[in-house]
Each structure stands twice: as structure tokens, then as C-alpha cells.
């Protein structure tokens, strides 16, 4: 049902979800992650079976409920249609982590190739010849004016896409940048009985953080760890993927931990907008179209580049030839 209301922070569908996903044959061992998408229809989540420690991207499947949560509409695994098919694509060109390490490096090169276009490009003299195109010209001039138009009014963004990019492919440099991502808790606080409804766990986060809207809740299989509340505060620029959790022990409803983006300084602020400039969700359609614009430069570039490098290499003709052909009487 399409027009059913969003759940928010005390439905109770989410409890109703978790059981028909825990019922539905899934390894109880692994974790739910249940999106509030702030729109009714289906509800979204992420199943995320056990596997060994330190993998960064475990495998998933992506499972749509009801809007009551009370059936399964769609399993598939995550790569398995489309979208997250070229979302991996883009950011791991399909080779796990590897493909991340050559994309992220990639990345680095073509920053250091912008940077030395843009000096080799600047004008030591007039701007307007600097930022002119010469149609009349000859090919070779054609296609260097192309390339340096093409730089000159793209740079800016593309420095900008490309180095979120890097940031978000190579968690080594993220590191280096604004130091190590706070740890969340291993563990909750211990206990025993069975885990406290997530809709009580809820309620406790949002007295915690009373003025952040509600985005994720992930629901471990493990009762010994805390659910974790994923959450947008004010400040927050990027509204699916927020930077704030409040984590809560699953058999005492007690909140173990915090971590809001806004008490982690001007590090965590600024770490705050890289994914949303990175794929421009921070001014909205407009600037997502802009996005997309320019992430075809490099294309240009690179095409241009290729094309007037060939011309410039291009092997003359030999001078015995060109004599041979002026020495032939003109016709008639």
C-alpha cells in the first residue's frame, strides 16, 4: 500500500519486520539494517549475514517488507539489479576491494593530472587568448582548445568530485585527513532475558538526540551487541547516509554510547560533506545533474588529449614523395 503513512521513531512496524525477516529462514545470526525512508510503500532493509571480522563490505541482500512489515515482497542480493550493480561498478569496478584500491588511486593520479594541466594551461599573458576558440583553425588547434576549454570550466568541480572520491575509495587517506572514525561499542552492557523490543530502543535514542530525525536502525543477531540508531542532527548536510548513531544496549534499553557529528570538531564537520559533494545530494536535482556533467569531462579529456597527441606524433610524409608529386604535370 503506497499511501500508507511513513513509519517514524514509535511504529511499531519495525518490531513486526524484524519478526517476519527473523522468521523468513535468514541466519539469526546476522544483522538487520531497517531504512526510514520518510515516504510510505515498502520498507527497504539491508541483511547482512555473520562473516569474519574486518571485511569492510560484507555481502547483503536488500529485502523490501510491507508497508505493515508483516510479509517479505523482494529478496536480491545486493549487485543483483541495477542500480547496485553500477553503484559497485563505480566505486570497486566489481573486484572488491581491490577494484577499490585502483579506483581510489586512480583518483590520486587524476588530481595530479588536473593540477599540472592547470599549470601548464594558465596564461602567462592575455586571459582572452588564454580562454579563446578558435574555430578557423587548424585541427590540432581545434582539439587543443576543446581540451583546455574543457579543463578550464571543469576543473574546479571535478577537483572537488574526485578528491570526495578518493577520500571515500581509500579509507587510508580518510584516515590521514581527519584522523580514525570513532569505534562503537564491541558489546553492550551485558544481561541476561531476551532483547528489548526495538521500538523501546527507539524511544531511548530519541530522548537521547531529541532534535535528529530518524534514518537507519540496525538490529544485530548477537544480543550481547547494541542496536545501533542511525540519525541526521541539524548540520548534517547528507540526509540518507548521516554521520550520528546513538547505540543502545539490547537487554537493558540503555543507551552505551553517542556519537554525534557535531561534538567531533571541524574534522568531523568537514567529513560530514564529503559523500554529499561527492554525488551532489547536497543542493539537490539541480546540482546532481551538474554532477553527472562533470563526471563526463574526464571522458572529454581524455578523448581530446588522445586525439592531438596521435596528430602530433603522426609521422610525416617523406620529402621523396612530396618531390614526386609537385613534379607531376598539371592535368589538361
Known sequence: DAAAPAPGWGAPVWDRALATGRAAGFD????????????????????????????????????????????????????????SWLY??????????????????????????????????????????????????????RLHDLHKLTGVGAGLLLAIVTATGVILALPVVKEALFGPAPAPPARGQGGSGPPVPLVRALAVARAAVPDARLVFVDAPGNANQPYRVRVQVPGDPHRRFPGSYVF?????????????????GISSAINAWVRPLHDGSVGGMPVRILAVLVGIAPAMLFVTGLLRWRIRTRPARPARRLRRRSRRPAPG
Do not use: N
Not at 523490501?64 to 542500480?83: E, Q, S
Not at 566489481?94 to 594551461?121: F, I, K, P, R
Open 28 to 83: 539469526p545470526a546476522g544483522k538487520w539494517s531497517f531504512e526510514a525512508t520518510g515516504e510510505g510503500g515498502a520498507i527497504p532493509a539491508r541483511y547482512y549475514p555473520p562473516s569474519a571480522p574486518g571485511i569492510r563490505h560484507p555481502p547483503r541482500l536488500m529485502v523490501w517488507f510491507a508497508p505493515d512489515g508483516r510479509r517479505i515482497v523482494r529478496v536480491t542480493p545486493w549487485g543483483g539489479y541495477l542500480m
Open 88 to 141: 559497485e561498478l563505480h566505486m570497486q569496478l566489481l573486484a572488491g576491494e581491490v577494484g577499490g584500491q585502483v579506483v581510489g588511486w586512480s583518483g590520486v593520479a587524476m588530481l595530479v593530472l588536473l593540477a599540472t594541466g592547470m599549470v601548464a594551461w594558465w596564461p602567462r599573458g592575455s586571459w582572452g587568448k588564454a580562454l579563446a576558440y578558435k574555430r578557423s583553425a587548424v585541427p590540432i588547434r
Open 248 to 264: 543502545v544496549d539490547q537487554r537493558s534499553a540503555r543507551v552505551v554510547a553517542v556519537q554525534d557529528m557535531r561534538s567531533g
